[in-house]
Every structure is written in structure tokens, then in C-alpha cells.
């Protein structure tokens, strides 16, 4: 099995906080640190900062895990505002942190920075029609993308 690098969205780490809580599924959790921890779990550092936007158990938790925090590439986060400008509202007063959740999966310089054959974006949302959203940004790019259930079943994990 290749062992991919996850770039990991806010709405995949809030999923986790409501459904699978750290109080009820330690190991879990555990088991993203030690991802975290050999560098196979990053997310922009504008995830970050959506998540500062709530004190809770969340935000303590990543803070403890700050190293999974990177910067994405600027220009190739502009290539996707550009193409998909639904993913940026310009009005916010944080950067919207889907344009650069993208842009670090997939641009180059990134890829080298995780030594890892592929990244797989890490989201808790779905295609919708009328509204663009990070798993068509990520087709368009030919990115894989899945959600929490799906990367304990890559990982093969057991509880």
C-alpha cells in the first residue's frame, strides 16, 4: 500500500470533533497524531485560523499538533480562486481555508516537501450541484479526496 500524504480540511477536523470525539475514540485520534507526526497530516496554516475562530477541545488539540500546520504555495492558491473563485469569499475577514487546502495538495513543490507518491485531500464535504466545494476543485485537479471513514479504511485501521 502507497502511504499517502493527507491534506487535511477544517470541515474533516470539525467532523471529527462532533462524531467521533476524542473522549470516545482516543485511539483515534492517536492514530491522526502519529500521522501528523511522520509528516503524512498537514493542512494549510489557514485551517488554523478557521479553527481559532472557536476556543474548544479542537483547537487544543491542533495546537498541540501545530506541526501539521504548512504554508501552501501563494501563486498555485490563486490558480485555484481563479478557476474555482466559489471556494474564496472575499468579504471574510480570515482566509477562506479551501482554496489553500487544494493548493497544497497538488502544487509541485509542495509534493516534494512530503516525499509521500500521492496526497489525498481530507474533507468532510460533497459535490453539490449550483455550489462549487472542495471535491470539485479536487476532481478537476485530479486530486483523490475522502473523508474520515475513508482514510481509517486506507489506513486499516481497527478499533
Known sequence: MDDP???????ALVDLRINYRQSNF?????QIAALIAEGRAVAPTQVLHELERRDDELLAWVTLHEAMF?????????????AFPGLFDPEKLT?????FVVALARAPSQMALFSAPTNV???HEEMRPGRIRIPDACRHYGIPYMR????????????
Open 5 to 11: 500524504c493527507y491534506v487535511i480540511d477544517t470541515s
Open 26 to 30: 482516543p485511539s483515534l485520534w492517536d
Open 70 to 82: 504548512r504554508e501552501a504555495d501563494a501563486a498555485c492558491a490563486r490558480e485555484v480562486i481563479d
Open 95 to 99: 482566509e477562506d481555508a479551501d482554496p
Open 121 to 123: 485531500v481530507v474533507t
Open 148 to 159: 474520515i471513514p475513508d482514510l481509517v479504511a486506507r489506513e486499516q485501521w481497527s478499533f
